[in-house]
């Protein structure tokens, strides 16, 4: 079955800097986009990274963009995301996705905490 499983986050202090990593099993997973989501206290999960399958093409949402990088290894069956100059607003549960046919799949989440 399809498993995803995150890791990297914590606490960090504003303009820091994590490395999340989603260990993927289960499918095959070098022919699927994949897809970081967060969840901050009372909000909607928003959509903040996606990557095609083979890496070529991301997308970001814009409150990270030049900010944050997606970035996949298909023979590590692993997709990562680079948090870089971190602010106070990142704070949230950060989910690693796969939408395959008409289901999606979740991890459990990392918690990413930005504070002084």
């Known amino acids: 079955q399809v498993q995803l499983v995150e890791s990297g986050g914590g606490l960090v202090q504003p303009g820091g800097s994590l490395r999340l990593s989603c260990a993927a099993s289960?499918?095959?997973?070098?022919?699927?986009?994949m897809n970081w989501y967060r969840q901050a206290p009372g909000k909607e999960r928003e959509l903040v990274a996606m990557?095609?399958?083979?890496?070529?093409?991301?997308n970001y949402v814009d409150s990270v963009k030049g900010r944050f990088t997606i970035s996949r290894d298909n023979a590590k069956n692993t997709v990562y995301l680079q948090l870089n100059s971190l602010k106070p607003a990142d704070t949230a549960v950060y989910y690693c996705?796969?939408?395959?046919?008409?289901?999606?799949?979740w991890g459990q989440g990392t918690q990413v905490t930005v504070s002084s």
């Open positions: 289960g499918f095959a997973f070098s022919t699927y986009a």
């Open positions: 990557i095609t399958s083979t890496g070529a093409s991301t």
């Open positions: 996705n796969l939408k395959r046919w008409n289901s999606n799949y």
